[in-house]
């Protein structure tokens, strides 16, 4: 919007001047980081409710393969893919109900798999109450574009691969100072995102596909800034005060492959 003050005849006559930039954040001074959620960032599938032209969450213009970030409303070309800081990597193991075609979160979320689980196979255990855990692993980026934004990005089943080489790509980054080499924060590095198709017999799907972009360079002040962005959500995140809403998940044997 280029005009943000408004002047408005009021019931006496007289001028009254509205100006949306003075008003910034006026309403929402309480509204702490544990009231919000952080934007989950998720590869489209042709099973995804966004490509689903018949279903509530449909998005117009998406297709598989397109990453998209409904609390951004972006939709990113999986060709082109999407650069990010990653602020901070957890691994976690979600525990699942089978829950056929009903959509639910997770029941509860593990910080390693428990000694009475039964592994099916690479990433998935099943529990003594009929559950299954499946590794999970959690990125918490900052999204640069026009406006760099927080999310958070989750890998499972396949994108256990791409996750594993975005972690060799932040532990092999080295930068040197007067003292030699050293392997800097993770965030102190942009990585790009695309994204890559895989078939497997009658299942077709994508998964990520990560490449190193460049290194930070805070000699410049939009990189600084960057840098310090994504600093303060990693000290939020190894904190505790930043939660992804969990995408509701639909067991689905097409779908666990993804």
Same mark, same amino acid.
């Given at each position: ?11 006496a ?5 509205i ?9 929402s001074?309480? @509204? ?5 959620? #952080? ?20 998005v117009?213009?998406?297709?598989p ?8 409303? #972006? ?8 650069d990010?800081?990653v =602020? ?6 979600p525990?699942w ?5 009903? =959509?639910?979160? /997770?029941? =509860? ?7 009475? =689980? ?11 109450n ?5 590794k ?11 406006? /760099?934004?927080p999310?958070v ?5 396949s ?6 080489? @975005? ?10 100072d ?5 392997n800097?924060?993770?965030?102190? +590095?942009?990585? #790009?995102l ?12 994508h998964?990520?596909?990560p490449?190193?972009?460049r +290194? ?7 990189? #600084?800034?960057l ?6 959500l990693q000290k939020?995140?190894?904190?505790g ?7 509701e998940?639909i067991?689905? /044997? ?5």
């Amino acid at each position: 919007m280029a005009n943000t003050a408004i002047e408005k005849k009021n019931s006496a006559g007289a001028l009254a001047t509205i100006s949306l930039r003075n008003d910034s954040g006026k309403g929402s001074e309480e @509204i702490k980081s544990d009231d919000v959620s #952080t934007p989950i960032l998720k590869i489209l599938h042709q099973l995804s409710p966004e490509c689903n032209q018949s279903n509530a969450k449909y998005v117009e213009g998406s297709k598989p393969g397109m990453i998209y970030a409904k609390g951004l409303g #972006t939709l990113i070309d999986g060709d082109k893919g999407v650069d990010i800081l990653v =602020a901070h990597v957890q691994t976690r193991y979600p525990e699942w109900q089978e829950m056929g075609d009903t =959509a639910a979160p /997770p029941v =509860a979320t593990h910080m390693s798999v428990p000694s009475d =689980a039964v592994e099916e196979r690479n990433g998935k255990w099943r529990l003594s109450n009929g559950n299954y855990l499946e590794k999970t692993a959690y990125f918490y980026v900052v999204v640069l574009g026009d406006e /760099p934004r927080p999310a958070v990005i989750t890998m499972r089943s396949s994108n256990l691969t791409p996750a594993r080489e @975005i972690n060799q790509m932040i532990k092999n980054l080295r930068f040197q100072d007067e003292k030699g080499k050293y392997n800097p924060a993770a965030y102190a +590095a942009v990585y #790009t995102l695309k994204t890559a198709g895989k078939v497997a017999g009658s299942k077709s799907w994508h998964v990520y596909k990560p490449s190193m972009n460049r +290194a930070l360079d805070i000699s410049v002040e939009a990189d #600084t800034q960057l840098y310090l962005m994504a600093q303060e959500l990693q000290k939020t995140v190894s904190k505790g005060q930043a939660k992804p809403k969990y995408e509701e998940k639909i067991a689905k /044997p097409t779908e666990e492959i993804i």
